[in-house]
């Protein structure tokens, strides 16, 4: 499985943007997928998770609840996180993942596409 991630850029706070990651190489549907993000000088945390297949179940990290929106459409083959009211602490390189199990731990998942840096600025 190959992952592309795509949509970072610059915004203001309180703005939006939307992250995509397309999947290449296998069944995409079989995988759940996972968004992870790395803000400088942390450790990389989880942000937002989706189910496999119709992607019937989500979880979020505390910190973008009710901000942030993982969805997925299989027949593109791609993974998308909707992020709303954008805040600085936002910051940060963004990760795809995809894996076999649904979780928020990073040693879960098998395929890592490239970061895609967002910048919230103040």
């Known amino acids: 499985v190959q992952l592309q991630a795509s949509g970072g850029g610059l915004v203001q706070a309180g703005g939006s943007l939307r992250l995509s990651c397309a999947a290449s190489g296998r069944t995409f549907s079989d995988f759940a997928r996972a968004w992870f993000r790395r803000a400088p000088g942390k450790e990389r945390e989880f942000v937002a998770v989706?189910?496999?297949?119709?992607?019937?179940?989500?979880n979020y990290a505390d910190s973008v609840k009710g901000r942030f929106t993982i969805s997925r459409d299989n027949a593109k083959n791609t993974v998308y996180l909707q992020m709303n009211s954008l805040k600085p602490e936002d910051t940060a390189v963004y990760y795809c993942a995809s894996g076999s199990y649904y979780s928020v731990t990073s040693g879960r998942y098998d395929y890592w596409g490239r970061g895609t840096l967002v910048t919230v600025s103040s």
């Open positions: 989706i189910s496999r297949s119709g992607g019937s179940s989500t």
